[in-house]
């Protein structure tokens, strides 16, 4: 797969912002916005279009017809499924709480939710702490600051993580 540059991820990232802007003025309904946490440039692969794919179908399933729009994108940040969900923002914040903490790829990804006027919906209003490292408990944006592990054991992580969940998928 493509390995982008670190100005392509930064532009990439300002494009989600402003696709995201958008969805909430046309929709004016909170927006799920979900992306694997996969370190390094390279981040469109088989295994996180397969996490994508499989976790979008999940979150179809949950939320049904209460779905107005969704979209799967595809580019240095990896892949990205959005949808704008005609439910209550706290409702699908929560939702996706249990999705992250209960299902095996849950920690593999990051489900954002911003309510209908663009406020961004965090776990710690439903008293949750931070998200933890996968590798090591502790808080996970510290460890990606001091890069305290290497791309190589977080990718590991992630893959062992994909290949027990296809190994429960196929029982």
Known sequence: MREYTADQLLEAREERVGVI???L????????????NYPGLKKTNEVTLSIIRDMSA?????????????????????????????EDGLALKKAVIDLEEKHILGRCLD?????SSG????????????RKCYLCEDDAQH?????????????DYIEDRFRKYREIRCQ
């Open 21 to 23: 802007d958008q969805l």
């Open 25 to 36: 003025k046309c929709y004016n309904l909170p927006l799920l916005v979900m992306r694997v």
């Open 58 to 86: 999940l979150i179809c399933t949950i939320f049904g017809d209460k779905i107005w729009f969704k979209s799967l994108r595809q580019g240095a940040e990896g892949p990205i499924f959005l949808a704008a969900v005609g």
């Open 111 to 115: 489900l954002d939710v911003y309510d």
């Open 119 to 130: 406020r961004s919906i965090s776990r710690q209003e439903f008293g949750y702490p931070r």
């Open 143 to 155: 460890c990606v600051r001091a890069r305290r592990h290497s791309e190589r054991e977080v990718i």
